[in-house]
């Protein structure tokens, strides 16, 4: 908060304290009247809110002390403990919880000492009015904890946010980079190669090269904007689903793999997320397949049901699983929503990936 509306929030509780007992007054003409030192002790609460926040303990003392010899003397009681409330919610609000809580102890006590000392006989609390004070003290500490309790939440669940959002888009950028750079890197071994003997077919490669590299430049754009402006101000193009898996593996058989896509089961619509999630799956299991496995076939199985199960298998040469972030990443996108990853090598020879999805009801 800017020093300027600390003081302006400090004048006010000194405004509303100062009118606010001079009315009270009226209705207690057994209290002592309020002179010039009750005006100083009701002005001196709210100047120690003023340096709060360098020294909350001194905004949370310093009006009980000012609280603490107002009463003492006898004045009318009003709302002198305003600036008490302030001080002591602040104090728990910025982590001086333990020692706000000796502090307030230690202002009952010297409530307690000034009443006794100051004050007129007539005027002297009971024992029922100082455990009324105690209760109404632990009633305001208790709700400034509450307060302090549901800002860290708040403030945890957006951090968990922006983690989640963070990561979600290094997925994305991590399965785009590495799927369309794999799809370079092939067209560009095919024109290199093709480029002297058979120039028509190097320049079907570079325009795979072409299309390659735009798309990666298109979807890297578009993330990068999210993280710029925000999701909601980011212009992006609709995101890929299971609807673009042909296209997908379009790309894949330019570059030599033979892919084949089976589809079973009533093709629903899914939600956009899930259907992200599953195509994300396939872009990854197939770009392992162009980098690792050495393989000259692969089938894509996608089977629509009560759970969506995408399945990736090639004829390479199987072996554990690479070292990297593509199948964790796989892992995590399917945890996301309750499913699984599977990936390793099948009895046939070659490597598999299977996710499996829940379609929400």
């Given at each position: 908060?800017?020093?300027?509306?600390?003081?302006?929030?400090?004048?006010?509780?000194?405004v509303?304290?100062?009118?606010?007992?001079?009315?009270?007054?009226?209705?207690?003409?057994?209290?002592?009247?309020?002179?010039?030192?009750?005006?100083?002790?009701?002005?001196?609460?709210?100047?120690?809110?003023?340096?709060?926040?360098?020294?909350?303990?001194?905004?949370?003392?310093?009006?009980?002390?000012?609280?603490?010899?107002?009463?003492?003397?006898?004045?009318?009681?009003?709302?002198?403990?305003?600036?008490?409330?302030?001080?002591?919610?602040?104090?728990?609000?910025?982590?001086?919880?333990?020692?706000?809580?000796?502090?307030?102890?230690?202002g009952?006590?010297?409530?307690?000492?000034?009443?006794?000392?100051?004050?007129?006989?007539s005027?002297?609390?009971?024992?029922?009015?100082?455990?009324?004070?105690?209760?109404?003290?632990?009633?305001?500490?208790?709700?400034?904890?509450?307060?302090?309790?549901?800002?860290?939440?708040?403030?945890?669940?957006?951090?968990?946010?922006t983690s989640?959002?963070?990561?979600?888009?290094?997925?994305?950028?991590?399965?785009?980079?590495?799927?369309?750079?794999?799809?370079?890197?092939?067209?560009?071994?095919?024109?290199?190669?093709?480029?002297?003997?058979?120039?028509?077919?190097?320049?079907?490669?570079?325009?795979?090269?072409?299309?390659?590299?735009?798309?990666?430049?298109?979807?890297?754009?578009?993330?990068?904007?999210?993280?710029?402006?925000?999701?909601?101000?980011?212009?992006?193009?609709?995101?890929?689903?299971?609807?673009?898996?042909?296209?997908?593996?379009?790309?894949?058989?330019?570059?030599?793999?033979?892919?084949?896509?089976?589809?079973s089961?009533?093709?629903?619509?899914?939600?956009?997320?899930?259907?992200?999630?599953?195509?994300?799956?396939?872009?990854?299991?197939?770009?392992?397949?162009?980098?690792?496995?050495?393989?000259?076939?692969?089938?894509?199985?996608?089977?629509?049901?009560?759970?969506?199960?995408?399945?990736?298998?090639d004829d390479?040469?199987?072996?554990?699983?690479?070292?990297?972030?593509?199948?964790?990443?796989?892992?995590?996108?399917?945890?996301?929503?309750?499913?699984?990853?599977?990936?390793?090598?099948?009895?046939?020879?070659?490597?598999?990936?299977?996710?499996?999805?829940?379609?929400?009801?």
């Amino acid at each position: 908060m800017p020093p300027l509306a600390i003081w302006a929030s400090a004048v006010v509780v000194a405004v509303i304290q100062v009118a606010g007992s001079f009315g009270a007054a009226h209705d207690q003409p057994k209290r002592l009247a309020i002179d010039a030192v009750g005006v100083a002790l009701l002005l001196a609460g709210p100047a120690a809110l003023g340096v709060r926040t360098r020294w909350p303990l001194v905004g949370a003392g310093g009006p009980i002390l000012a609280a603490d010899l107002y009463l003492g003397r006898g004045y009318p009681y009003g709302p002198v403990f305003l600036s008490v409330i302030v001080g002591l919610v602040y104090a728990v609000l910025v982590g001086e919880r333990r020692r706000v809580w000796v502090v307030a102890g230690a202002g009952l006590v010297g409530y307690s000492v000034a009443t006794w000392a100051l004050g007129p006989r007539s005027a002297q609390p009971s024992v029922l009015h100082l455990l009324v004070v105690a209760g109404w003290l632990i009633v305001v500490l208790s709700v400034a904890e509450i307060i302090r309790a549901q800002r860290l939440e708040a403030t945890e669940r957006a951090r968990r946010r922006t983690s989640d959002e963070r990561l979600g888009i290094a997925r994305d950028v991590h399965d785009v980079l590495a799927h369309h750079i794999s799809m370079i890197n092939v067209q560009a071994g095919v024109a290199l190669h093709l480029f002297d003997e058979q120039p028509e077919q190097a320049r079907t490669a570079l325009t795979n090269i072409k299309e390659a590299s735009r798309d990666a430049l298109h979807e890297l754009r578009s993330a990068l904007d999210v993280l710029r402006y925000g999701d909601e101000h980011a212009a992006r193009a609709p995101a890929p689903g299971l609807a673009d898996i042909e296209r997908l593996v379009a790309g894949v058989r330019a570059g030599g793999l033979d892919v084949h896509v089976e589809t079973s089961g009533d093709v629903v619509a899914l939600p956009a997320s899930l259907d992200g999630a599953a195509y994300r799956i396939v872009q990854e299991a197939l770009t392992n397949v162009t980098r690792h496995a050495r393989a000259r076939h692969a089938v894509v199985r996608v089977d629509f049901g009560p759970m969506v199960v995408v399945e990736v298998r090639d004829d390479g040469r199987g072996g554990t699983p690479v070292a990297g972030n593509g199948i964790v990443g796989m892992r995590e996108r399917a945890e996301a929503f309750g499913g699984t990853v599977e990936a390793g090598p099948h009895s046939d020879g070659g490597f598999a990936v299977v996710a499996r999805l829940p379609v929400p009801s």
